[in-house]
């Protein structure tokens, strides 16, 4: 601006003296301008332009509840050798954006957990490892005695995974204290749903899982081999993760039924009830079976690792008025219906006493019904020929029939249809049969001395 320029622009103050005592701030701030607007371009002193690093940001955690109304994330930044841990915190309307340098490259994020989150955690991770217990329990049960082995199961957990675990599953909306009684609040679907979803977290925290499995004495060989095979079929386990099955062997104390093996000798007992069923009335046998140790001798010192140190003894009591050739059926039946070996000691003992009569009372009024329609059907069968139905009806009611004479009776009828049918060699094993019950029956013995 020229000095010309500067007195036009004064002319009106100075004509006005009631101006004059704005003048020298005036002139100054004129001056000032000047002095800015003389500046040409080549008087500035410009560096050369630098270009801005890009930002480059990681999510490391983020969490939203109530439909992002309330929500956690954690993001780093990184803008060359620069590294920011940025913060964004948000409960409704209040929101806050907390930015941390980070100084040093091996910077660890450090979040402190409610106390009750860390123990509901802890919980969690204990009931895992017992249902995985449970759950191996449950499956040796299926092949081995449950009062003859024990399992433990010991986790390894990544503290680092367990960490975020825990991290994804504290709440933002709710007191974690009263996180359990939420949870057995929740029913149905989505309490299964929730579950499965924490159970699959809580998989990935796995570091190693170790399984220790303690056998009796008095198992085979062979059993302990299918162990270690049985575990590492399963889904939990994972050899290339390190997880490992530990079989170790112990005498085990007797259990409450002062027996050494009571499922093997529950297991034998039904097997040998559901075969008796089948050719003698429930009322006219008692099975009883009893496992013992093997005496230590030279022949049990030399055998293979695979056989059992137990051996069993099989006793049947059957009332004497079952037929004498149901024993020697069963001699021959009961070895293949049960794991028998008369080598190992195994020893099976049949015997014949007179059962108690039942009282009156004991028998229900069906049982009297059907016992009366068996006796009738039997009798019309012989008079009208149809002997084989005849035998039929003997046999069902034979199964029947509880008091002692009611069973002599159906063994006379049956004895009489053989004979008809002329089935001499039947017909003789009942009368005999029938005689050694009651001697004094004049009918059967001179019908013996008939066949004779």
């Not at 050798?81 to 040093?104: A, E, F, M, T, Y």
Request: with cysteine.
């Amino acid at each position: 601006m020229s000095s010309k320029d500067i007195l036009s622009v004064m002319k009106p103050y100075i004509n006005n003296r009631t101006s004059l005592s704005f003048l020298p701030k005036f002139i100054i701030g004129l001056m000032f301008l000047s002095a800015l607007s003389g500046c040409t371009p080549t008087e500035e002193s410009v560096g050369p332009a630098i270009e801005e690093l890009p930002v480059k940001k990681k999510v490391l955690f983020n969490q939203q509840t109530g439909g992002g109304k309330n929500s956690v994330a954690v993001i780093e930044e990184t803008q060359g050798n620069k590294r920011l841990l940025r913060i964004v915190l948000q409960r409704g309307d209040l929101k806050s954006n907390l930015i941390h340098p980070i100084d040093s490259p091996n910077f660890v994020i450090a979040v402190p957990l409610q106390d009750a989150t860390s123990k509901n955690l802890t919980l969690k991770t204990a009931a895992f490892e017992q249902s995985l217990k449970l759950n191996i329990d449950k499956l040796m049960a299926r092949y081995l005695s449950p009062e003859r082995f024990n399992v433990s199961v010991i986790i390894d957990w990544d503290k680092k995974l367990l960490q975020e675990v825990q991290l994804k599953n504290l709440p933002l909306d709710s007191d974690t204290s009263k996180a359990d009684a939420v949870n057995e609040e929740v029913e149905g679907d989505s309490a299964i749903s929730e579950s499965t979803k924490r159970n699959h977290e809580l998989k990935e925290a796995l570091k190693t899982v170790q399984v220790s499995v303690l056998l009796d004495n008095t198992l085979p060989e062979t059993q302990e081999q299918f162990v270690k095979k049985l575990i590492p079929a399963q889904e939990f386990f994972t050899a290339d993760r390190g997880d490992t099955v530990l079989v170790e062997r112990t005498s085990f104390p007797k259990p409450f039924s002062d027996s050494i093996a009571p499922y093997e000798e529950q297991i034998v007992r039904r097997k040998l009830t559901e075969l008796l069923l089948n050719y003698v009335a429930k009322t006219d046998f008692v099975v009883n079976v009893k496992f013992s140790l093997i005496e230590k001798n030279t022949e049990t010192e030399n055998a293979p690792p695979s056989a059992s140190n137990i051996k069993m003894a099989i006793n049947l009591l059957l009332d004497d008025t079952v037929l004498p050739s149901v024993d020697t059926f069963l001699k021959e039946a009961v070895p293949l219906a049960v794991n028998f070996d008369s080598k190992r000691g195994d020893s099976l003992a049949i015997i014949r006493k007179i059962f108690p009569e039942r009282s009156e009372d004991s028998i229900s009024p069906e049982q009297r019904t059907a016992l009366k329609d068996y006796r009738v059907k039997i009798l019309e069968a012989f008079q009208t020929g149809d002997y084989v139905s005849g035998l039929e009806w003997a046999e069902k009611g034979l199964k029947v029939a509880v008091k002692r004479s009611d069973k002599i009776f159906i063994l006379k009828m049956k004895g009489s249809l053989h004979f008809l049918l002329e089935e001499k060699d039947e017909a003789l094993e009942m009368w005999e049969h029938v005689q050694r019950l009651d001697p004094k029956d004049e009918e059967v013995r001179q019908m013996l001395n008939n066949l004779e």
